[in-house]
């Protein structure tokens, strides 16, 4: 029997800080562009970035945070929360970003779970920091991001970042760590429950920044300008502050203000290429476009993805601007990428309207991660497009247990997403519903997903939910929530007539009610927890003359596995 033989390479330990090293000394002349919430424009290099981030190691060696230490950040886009992503895990500190817009409470309870040591912030959040400081008493320093005559006056003592980093002189070379120690801890957004923490480790960054580069998913290069418009407290800005150091892509940071008119006059002083961003974010950007009549002049793709992105928006990209909107899927446990919507070189051939389909769905998984679908008993599910089941995932970048939780949440080595999709013989995913937010009317699914895609279709629609509303005959039935454009009109007769003949009768909604805004979530998705509260009490008009039910004639007897569309 011959004995396995080892292979003689070298044993480099994959570590985040080795992404900025690398774009420091490769192309440490490349710019990093931040807009300041103190209202400038900051520019500098990735070599003065590592600089920084050295020194501000040392200042934090000096305040005695050790290896394993979280370091809880309250902050935008910004070279200085760059900084702190890399002046932190390059010396073994965790860095902890939270997210600012959840509830002060569940802030706390973050802080506290994590048991930060020291809390970085921005200006903005400085009420926020005098709120939970009495109530987070295990941290010991909170560390304002901002110059001496920035300093805000705050019930809390404060330490100002940059006397602390400019007390040291950067002389400082990163430790070789282990590349399976922990990285950046983000939480889940806890709309079920507590928040729940995922740990990366240097190893599983970095894998998912390679990942997030490949041609199949963002494509990001040295010709680049990356303009992350996902916030850097939502799952490391799905990974953009490390895949552009990695590819040597120029980088722009939006800081705090994300509307229309600000992230455009950004992109295009800064000749921005690449973009990222959930859906909510590009509909502001195209209608301020649109109503001012102005062209894209460099931007050439952008992913959107955290929420289903409207088929309707990834056509006004494309047919209207030119511009390549790729559907990517993930989560907070996932890095978070999972899947991005490119096709093949076979696919590229097929008929406009094939490839439209396609490229509407979650689409295809990138190397390092696999997927299937399983029904009940867990049995895996064909990749037919048309069967629907819970949504399972593995690979290095997905989390194998949360944070401070001895409960595993995984089931026969893979993680349950909590998403129900199809899959289909292309291997392209499309997420139908979170499995909590399926309609189950008489036996049988409806995708709340599929219902919203097309309400947004229609031109007085600005944004729509739709949720499962209490029916004494089937259960549960569809409710549209909708917000119109402004100043566009449109009754619940024509938006429900809208559907006649783009989805099954009995998946046409009940009702449609009109309100002035939807309720969101930390991340910007649609809080249908909230929404579904709001209308706990609401009587369908179906519901109100059972006699007279319209339910009958849709077709809707009797159970089985109705389809999900395609
Ligand atoms: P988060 O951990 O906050 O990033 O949320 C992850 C969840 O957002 C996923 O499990 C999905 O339910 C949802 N999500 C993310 N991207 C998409 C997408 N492209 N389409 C539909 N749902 C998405």
Known sequence: MTTPLRGQMMDVPLTVSSLLAHASRFFGTTEIVSKRIEGDVHRYTYRDCEKRAKQLAQGLIALGVEAGDRIGTLAWNGYRHLETYYGTTGFGAVCHTINPRLFPEQIAYIVNHADDRYVMFDATFAALVDVLAPQCPNVQGWIALADDAHLLRLATPVIGYEALVCAQDGDFDWPVLDERLASYLCYTSGTTGNPKGALYSHRSTVLHAYGVSLPNASGLSARDCALPVVPMFHVNAWGIPHAAPLTGAKLVLPGKDLDGKSLYELMEAEHVTYSAGVPTVWLGLLNYVREAGLRFGSLERTVIGGSACPPALLRMFRDDYG?????????????????????????????????????????????????KIVGDGGRELPWDGVAFGDLHVRGPWVIDGYFRNDVSPLIDGWFPTGDVATIDHDGFMRITDRSK????????????????????AHAAVAEAACIACAHPNWKERPLLVVVKRPNADVTPEELLGFYEGKVAKWWIPDDVVFVDELPHTATGKVNKLRLREQFRDHILSSARNIENCPLADRGMAGSGSTPVPE
């Open 323 to 371: 511009v390549q909107a790729i559907h990517g899927w993930g989560m907070t446990e996932m890095s978070p990428l999972g899947t991005v919507s490119r096709l093949n070189r076979e696919q590229t051939m097929r008929s406009p309207d094939e490839q439209r389909r396609l490229l509407e769905k979650q689409g295809h998984v990138i190397y390092g991660v696999d997927m």
């Open 437 to 456: 937010d399926l309609i189950k009317s008489g036996g049988e699914w409806i995708s709340s997903i599929e219902i919203e895609n097309l309400a947004v």
